[in-house]
């Protein structure tokens, strides 16, 4: 796993150094500087272009991964594997913008009442979904280099540090809100450009494909993998995205409340994220070889680290949110709905602690059971959402979301239990698991220090993180993370 590694932690590293600059400019910069509905109207902007881009590509993004390693070769151009890329996605995004146009009226219809906002920006969402399915392409590709660390840089700290300096333009009323809007997805096209121009940098390229190798991986074969599972990523990002877009037909407010929700929740999920941003590709490469005594061990380490890492950030946020809202001073409606936050946490808690478990199933030969369950699982939550939000409004959408992690994650877990015989949870998963919940209710039932919110966020803050590595130190429930610590203590005194 030296790869993975290496590429991982420096993902992790920009990723929350990302999220750091998201959190400032989520919490502190944009909810005083728009208004809840022009920041909920760039929020469902780019949460609608992203789950459309899912399907402009028919699956690009998982064909590179799966069957890159055939054709990857430097001195050959990699075979000419760019121009089926290129020719596959133009007609994908032709089909896709045809399909826009067409049901234009209709998608609209749902939100001209209580999102108006939206329907009037709606002719930016074509263009923006080329640019966001050219990215994730052009990202997919170079994580198959293994080169994912500049795409990393450009969208998580980038592309932040950009929408925090149009959003100070805007509300200095440098520029006016369609400018505002024209620069956002600016921004996202400056990413794209920049990724191109990397690629071109650091890789030979050809766009005549290999004939001899289209034989024997033909295209035929490479699209039927890349729609079922165009169709599987498509139903794994709108289970993460649905309660969005039904809560936007209620009000753009609401998105804007749920989303910052979300956000603070991601950060438990940032390792699985930088995690799967190599291990996919280290994954599709093993399946290829039938090594799967290495797969077997990616997916238990997987596990044993991310549920130690991501259980103390779910105490973390459970217990300090409250204070940065404060300290943020976000709007009345935030703080009334701040248990949003701890519902989605439940979500990304299941979902981090389950590992890598979706590569395992979509790079094995058993990736059309795993579609059939992501897309069951997306039917349930869709009900769920259409059935709950009308009743508890932003409540009945987290707890869809919650739910349908819970599902969806359970399935995976037993799926590949069932076909590989992995078992990567021990007794110390329970044990960590315990030692999460105990933490958590200690850092609810401790009172407030004082009224002053950052003395509560350092101290109730400082008192739950090392009660958790306390009791994960002496009930040695990962001494080797430990011994890693002190090495690289050691090393950095000499």
Known sequence: MGVIKRQGIKNTIITYIGILIGAINIIFIQPKLLSPEELGLTRLLYDFAYIIGLAVPLGLPNIIVKFFPFFKNKEAKHNGFAGFIILIFFIGFIISALGLLIFKPDITAHYKDKANLFVHYFEFIIPFTFIVSAITITTAYCQALFKSTIPSFLNDICLRLGTIVITILYFNKIITLDYYVYMFIGLYLIELLVIIVYILFVDTISIWPNKTILKEHSIKKMLKFGLLLCLASFASIALRKIDVLFLGTNSLELVAVYTTAIFIASFIEVPLGALERISHTKIADNFAKDNYNEIEKIYSDSIKYLLLIGGLLFIGINTCTQYIYEIGKLPAIYLQCINIVYIVSIAALINIS????????????????????????????????????????????AIASASGSLIYNFSKFSFIYYKFKFQPY?????????????????????????????????????????????????????????????????????
């Open 354 to 397: 389950t590992g890598i478990n979706s590569a395992i199933i979509f790079y094995s030969k058993y990736y059309v059971l795993g579609t059939i369950i992501l897309v069951v699982t997306l039917l349930i939550t869709i009900a769920l959402n259409v059935i709950l939000i009308p009743k508890y409004g932003i409540y009945g959408a």
């Open 426 to 494: 021990t007794y110390k998963s329970l044990l960590i698991t315990v030692v999460i919940l105990l933490c958590t209710l200690l850092g609810y039932f401790i009172p407030n220090i004082n009224s002053n919110p950052y003395l509560n966020l350092i101290l109730k803050g400082g008192i739950v993180t090392i009660s958790y590595i306390t009791l994960i130190y002496y009930l040695k429930l990962s001494p080797e993370l430990f011994d890693i610590i002190k090495t690289k203590l050691k090393l950095s005194k000499n």
